[in-house]
């Protein structure tokens, strides 16, 4: 063989070579873009691929929250740990509230009107379903399903009408929209219609592959709530406790990188959620002041106190003659809650300028005068409405 068909042949085995080469890589890329791993796992638990598309998709919209505290309980003590004032309603135990000895183990909660309830009940298939009644005269009224939801989710859990009395958050399982195990999800009461609109993922951080569940709102007061069990040993829950906002504000994802992005959509670091540590401590006395009162408000057995006049102290709320004046009364308690609220902030807001810069003093004396004149409206208010509502009881 001369040495001209020894390099031809020599060139054709290169090249035979090379495109088998090619060929097993290509095949290797293929099978490796099958399998879904997450690049920044947090000890998250395994998610299905339907789930951690969703996950990746709600990423880049993850909301911008200030976490202020977490407390790790028994999951059966959540409600426990969340100071709920009772204008905004309360969460009653199903068997208590029904008089019954069912195996039910979930809460109803009954608006802070008193004349409308949200629950869960079990059906036949095992399946728990929506439920809410009104108050017709001195006894609720036939239940009624919540078709939109019932619908879609199993193992609905938590209700929440928020004060608005048109946004309810629950939690529920959803093998489109959901994340693993129960989800936080909210509607909205359709206008003129009193049907539920389509419910809708709050999604991040708020969800998780984990347990997340009992979103609860006091927007007068600034505090809000909900539990999950990520990151927790079994039987134990975290409850994280946040600042609501009126509109809501997503991190900037591009000016990110994806870890830290990460790390706030899971919330591995409260503390990176905090504005700075000067509000933080301001939100922590908000609500070590919610904890005292509510405290005091358990102490007395869910009674009240509230005079009528010289002669007359009302001690419970089903003393007030009619539901027109009821509903009124725990108007001036939200009222009072509002007022109690401003003027912790306004407090903190003095101290923050006794100690802030020069140059940040005149922006936040600013804010402090506002701040006075909406509380010195407040309290007008409430004190027409408490006026209005003595007159009103004494005449009927």
Wanted: overall charge positive; proline content about 3%.
């Amino acid at each position: 063989m001369n040495s001209k068909k020894l390099l031809i042949l020599l060139a054709l085995a290169i090249t035979t070579s090379g495109l088998n080469a090619q060929s097993r890589k290509t095949k290797r890329s293929k099978a490796k873009s099958t399998i879904v791993k997450p690049k920044h796992t947090d000890n998250m638990p395994a998610m299905s691929p339907k789930a951690k598309a969703l996950f990746d998709d709600m990423l880049t919209n993850t909301q911008k929250v200030f976490v202020i505290d977490s407390t790790v309980v028994d999951i059966n003590n959540v409600l426990d740990e969340i100071p709920l004032p009772a204008s905004y309603g309360k969460f009653v135990k199903y068997n208590s509230f029904f008089n019954t000895d069912e195996a039910n183990d979930s809460y109803v909660f009954v608006n802070g009107f008193g004349n409308r309830c949200y629950y869960t009940e079990m059906g036949t298939d095992s399946i728990a379903r929506l439920y809410t009644r009104d108050m017709v005269g001195s006894q609720w009224g036939e239940a009624k399903p919540v078709k939109s939801v019932n619908g879609k989710f199993k193992n609905i859990s938590f209700p929440f009408m928020s004060s608005d009395g048109q946004t309810l958050y629950f939690a529920g399982v959803s093998d489109d929209e959901g994340l693993g195990k129960r989800d936080i999800y909210m509607t909205k009461i359709e206008a003129g219609e009193g049907t539920f609109l389509n419910a809708e993922n709050i999604g991040l951080p708020f969800n998780s592959p984990s347990d997340d569940f009992a979103y609860i709102v006091a927007d007068a007061d600034k505090l809000a709530w909900f539990a999950s069990t990520r990151n927790q040993p079994e039987g134990k829950v975290c409850v994280y406790t946040f600042v609501p906002t009126d509109t809501r504000q997503n991190y900037e994802a591009l000016s990110m990188g994806e870890k830290e992005l990460h790390s706030l959509a899971c919330l591995n670091r409260i503390r990176a959620t905090w504005p700075t540590p000067e509000k933080r401590e301001s939100a922590m006395q908000q609500l070590n002041q919610l904890k005292q009162e509510n405290s005091l408000t358990h102490s007395k057995a869910d009674g009240i106190n509230f005079v009528i006049n010289d002669r007359i102290t009302y001690n419970s709320i089903d003393q007030f003659k009619s539901d027109e004046t009821r509903m009124a009364y725990y108007e001036t308690v939200r009222l009072r809650n509002e007022l109690t609220s401003k003027t912790a902030k306004l407090s903190a807001m003095r101290t923050q300028y006794h100690t802030a810069a020069d140059g940040d003093k005149a922006q936040i004396g600013l804010k402090i005068q506002q701040l006075e004149l909406q509380t010195d409206e407040l309290r007008q208010t409430l004190k027409r409405a408490l006026g209005e509502l003595r007159q009103k009881e004494s005449k009927i």
